[in-house]
């Protein structure tokens, strides 16, 4: 297997709006996300940008491009591209007009039947090596978000809850999510 690099992924990602994730590329075959998917994803991030308005922090969304280097790697070496559903990052410094270089404080993936599996657990991975302080993976099917929290480098038990009532961000304290206002799914 080839093993693929930042420098591989500006070249082919162009055209594909893929990952790399430990020089492994993850080629996202159509179809695009669902109505559901794309309706719970713009919710999140206009509560999130709402709550961060006044604050240091920012959201994006996917299609961005988080490069996650292990230690001092170049860019064009770098091995894992990610592009969350959402994220915030606290620290502008770790923003570039290529994305961001360095772990979100805060990322949420929207689970999908075709990509819950890779998700949970390649991508997930990933961030854990990285150093994301908090991951949600937020699965609209079962109404139901689980909560992955770093301890020690490690992420902890997760907590699943359902999606009602309100959810407050461990990682940027100021956001919470309502989630009596996403859409009837």
Not at 112 to 136: F, H, I
Request: proline residues 8%; contains cysteine; hydrophobic residues 40%.
């Amino acid at each position: 297997m080839q093993h693929h690099t930042y420098a591989d992924y500006l070249i082919w990602s162009a055209t594909s709006g893929n990952e790399l994730i430990d020089g492994v590329a993850y080629v996202r075959e159509p179809p695009s996300p669902s109505r559901l998917h794309q309706e719970v994803v713009v919710e999140l991030c206009h509560q999130v940008t709402h709550s961060l308005r006044g604050r240091h922090g920012r959201a994006y969304v996917a299609p961005f491009d988080v490069r996650l280097p292990k230690d001092g790697t170049d860019d064009d070496q770098i091995d894992a591209v990610v592009q969350p559903d959402i994220l915030i990052v606290c620290d502008l410094q770790k923003l570039d007009d290529r994305g961001m270089r360095g772990a979100p404080d805060w990322i949420a993936e929207v689970l999908s039947p075709s990509t819950a599996s890779y998700d949970r657990t390649t991508k997930l991975s990933a961030y854990e090596r990285a150093g994301v302080p908090e991951v949600w993976l937020i699965d609209p099917t079962d109404r139901s978000v689980t909560l992955h929290r770093l301890a020690a480098g490690r992420y902890a038990r997760p907590v699943v809850l359902p999606l009602r009532d309100q959810t407050a961000l461990a990682a940027v304290p100021a956001v919470s999510i309502d989630w009596d206002r996403l859409p009837a799914m």
